[in-house]
């Protein structure tokens, strides 16, 4: 069975950076995988999750508005991997943070798979 692990939560004060990692783990198949929607979801205390970013198979990034020109999204084919690498985080960005994985070459809404999370604290 596949899980999908993220890494790289943390603390960090306003201003501050983080990057997040979410590896595959387990016996999967590589071509689909390489084939999948990869991206990343976050849910704060009390709201509903929200988009953040997603990456398609063809490396096509897409971002939530609150995450132009402060985050980055990347996959690595050969390790299966996504990462999002997080700037200028300011309290609004505390949440926790998901990976999900898409059955689908560019649709992140699309049926797929998810992690446990990884909680983001951003302090004032």
């Known amino acids: 069975q596949v899980q999908l692990v993220e890494s790289g939560g943390g603390l960090v004060k306003a201003g501050g950076s983080l990057t997040l990692s979410c590896t595959a783990n387990?016996?999967?198949?590589?071509?689909?995988?390489?084939?999948?929607?990869l991206g990343w979801y976050r849910q704060a205390p009390g709201k509903q999750r929200e988009f953040v970013a997603s990456?398609?198979?063809?490396?096509?990034?897409i971002y939530a508005d609150f995450a132009k020109g402060r985050f980055t999204i990347s996959r690595d084919n050969a390790k299966l991997t996504v990462d999002l690498e997080m700037s200028r985080l300011n309290p609004e960005d505390t949440a926790i943070y998901y990976c999900k994985r898409a059955y689908n070459e560019d649709d992140i809404a699309a049926v797929g798979e998810w992690g446990q999370g990884t909680q983001v604290t951003v302090s004032s």
């Open positions: 387990g016996k999967i198949d590589g071509i689909s995988a390489r084939s999948h929607t």
């Open positions: 990456i398609s198979k063809g490396f096509r990034p």
